[in-house]
């Protein structure tokens, strides 16, 4: 992506500028809010097919956040083959049963007895659709020099949240799963070893019968998560 010879700084004139006035600001403000609170996280998919093309726009929405210096480090897999899922779920299981049967300890086991979680993954299957995040220690010039890539987990967790908000947004719903350790799917997906696996999304639309866990909507409220300094 970069050369080693354009790397230089030239200065161009805010495109895209948005210009409302204050009232249209909280307008837009409080519309988004609405949206997103509307966002769930789900387990229970059905077979409705999503489009390639929709699972596309919405990793190219991921790619428009900001990054450290620009190098968006991250790296997005699509799968939709059902083999490669399955073994995906089988991997992740292998170490969730590791998980809930001790490894997490007691206080951990106990916050998330709310959520209703256990070590069986479906989803994982279920899902037309998987996303794995990777995030990259480093990049490449042109001419496959080696470069630093810098403030790695701050950008790929930005572009994680650009990803989770374009399929919302898309009508779509979707789970995050972070099975640790997770260094199984660079050997399954054929990444390179800079390549750090930080998450698993599954994406689809919900079956008739979803559920979600009642803990799952109590949110903190705006005066606990907000300090004003004026």
């Known amino acids: 992506m970069f050369a080693r010879e354009h790397i230089e700084y030239e200065a161009l004139d805010l495109p895209d500028r948005v210009e409302l006035s204050d009232e249209q600001t909280l307008a837009q403000a409080l519309a988004f809010y609405d949206r997103m609170k509307r966002r769930h996280t789900v387990r229970d998919y059905s077979d409705r097919p999503v489009a390639r093309s929709a699972i596309e726009e919405c990793i190219r929405a991921a790619g428009t956040a900001p990054s450290g210096a620009n190098h968006q480090p991250w790296h997005f897999v699509a799968i939709s083959n059902p083999e490669m899922k399955r073994r995906i779920r089988e991997e992740a299981e292998e170490e969730e049963r590791k998980f809930y049967e001790g490894g997490a300890g007691d206080e951990w086991l106990k916050a998330l007895e709310p959520i209703g979680t256990n070590d069986q993954k479906p989803h994982l299957e279920d ?66 070893d800079h390549e750090k696996p930080i998450m698993i999304v599954a994406v689809g639309h919900p079956r008739d019968d979803a559920k979600v866990p009642k803990v799952a909507k109590m949110k903190k409220p705006l005066d606990e998560i907000m300090t004003v300094a004026e």
Do not use: C
């Open 127 to 192: 899902a037309p659709w998987l996303i794995v995040i990777f995030a990259q220690r480093w990049g490449h010039f042109d001419d496959g020099v080696r470069f630093k890539n810098y403030y790695v987990p701050e950008s790929t967790g930005i572009a994680t949240g650009f990803l989770l908000t374009a399929l919302h947004h898309a009508g779509l719903v979707s789970l995050t799963h972070t099975p640790n350790p997770m260094k199984f799917l660079n050997k399954l997906l054929n990444r390179p």
